[in-house]
């Protein structure tokens, strides 16, 4: 018998009881049953030794050096994560890994389960999969056990990098992305036909069974539940205390690169890099754009104001669980955005919308 603890802002909430020998067999592994493996304390990284792994067998007594990272950029899609990673990696003491883009694994949420899809950080939200974890009941609403738990079993000191972004406008650079739709037009019609489904939805239930017992996070669904950023991250927040999140804003990165990444650099525990090579990172040309959403424009002001209403109460319950208004994006007006066409894109040398 295994002992969940979850937790929220470092206190016990309630514990949860796992039993691992009639646990139900599902197509993806079982983590919450797997042995705990004792990290090696001379590496920054969980490492251990195994004698064997993938096909390997060690010369070494030793056996083969298995490691986790350290950290995971784990959302929100759309926020500037992959300039954030490339950044990031260029410290000396941060290597890339060898998923998509040479930051995304997709294990958590989706590889596991045996899906693919696109290349971005989806374990902050996506919890679609949920009844593929043998401890939950397939037949519920909601689960008992989902992503943070998993990693939580696995890696309980991770340290965990969360960008967060104005709600519309990360919606809008995922609708553009995810190739949910292709104009304007088409966009503010699956906004209201969205928000209409989840109104409906929650005069029945409660908004966490429409996320998971209504499936809300998987297709035809646009992802307007991605950008609920406070019912997510109240899910981390049982599992892990807030001192391992690095919590900020993709508009105050864009403001203030360099404090940001210095503050990013401090939390991972790396050593402060010469000033020559931290300009270079500085001044390093802006990674990743969403194509076609520089060449639709702005959304519809009918769109923004729409969805701006919709998240309203969404942002303020974020903004006193952070403690900081500047989680209620009022600093983020509308703007009118024309499309673009492909000569002035092709002139574009820093983004500063993802």
């Known amino acids: 018998m295994i002992q969940v603890h979850h937790q929220h802002n470092s206190s016990f909430k309630h514990n949860t009881s796992i039993e691992c020998q009639n ?44 490691c986790l990272p350290y950290f995971y950029l784990f959302g929100v899609c759309k926020t ?34 045996g899906k693919n899809g696109h290349a ?40 965990l990098i969360l960008m967060l972004r104005q709600p519309a406008e990360r919606l809008y650079s995922h609708y553009y992305h995810g190739k949910y739709g292709n104009t304007t037009e088409q966009f503010h019609q699956d906004v209201v036909k969205e928000i209409n489904s989840l109104k409906n939805c929650t005069e029945k239930y ?24 406070y019912l997510h991250l109240q899910e981390w927040l049982e599992v892990f205390p807030l001192k391992q999140i690095f919590i900020f804003r993709h508009e105050d990165y864009v403001k203030d690169m ?22 270079s990172i500085l001044t390093s040309k802006r990674k990743y754009v969403t194509p076609n959403k520089l060449r639709k424009g702005s959304m519809l002001k009918e769109t923004w104001d729409i969805l701006n209403g919709f998240f309203k109460d969404w942002n303020k319950k974020l903004a006193s669980l952070l403690n900081d208004e500047r989680y209620l994006w009022r600093d983020v007006p509308y703007k009118l955005k024309h499309p673009m066409n492909e000569a002035e894109m092709k002139r574009i040398t820093n983004y500063t919308d993802v």
């Open 23 to 66: 646990s139900r067999k599902t197509a993806a592994e079982d983590v919450l049953c797997m042995k705990k493996e004792e990290f090696l304390k001379n590496f920054k990284n969980p490492c251990w030794f195994e004698e064997e792994a993938g096909g390997l067998i060690s010369s070494q007594s030793e056996g083969v050096l298995q």
């Open 80 to 113: 500037g994560t992959t300039d954030l990673f490339f950044r990031l990696t260029q410290h000396p003491q941060i290597l890339e890994n060898f998923g998509d883009l040479h930051k995304e694994t997709t294990f958590w949420s989706w590889g596991r389960y």
């Open 120 to 159: 971005y950080p989806m374990d902050f939200w996506d919890h679609s999969d949920w009844r593929e974890i043998p401890q939950n009941d397939p037949t519920a609403d909601v689960p008992t056990f989902i992503t943070p738990h998993l990693v939580k079993h696995v890696q309980p000191n991770v340290k």
């Open 206 to 229: 409660s908004y966490r069974e429409c996320l998971y017992g209504q499936n809300m996070t998987q297709s035809p669904h646009i992802p307007i539940t991605a950008s609920l950023y």
């Open 258 to 279: 360099k404090y940001i990444l210095k503050g990013l650099f401090r939390f991972l525990g790396v050593d402060t890099v010469p000033k020559k090579v931290f300009n």
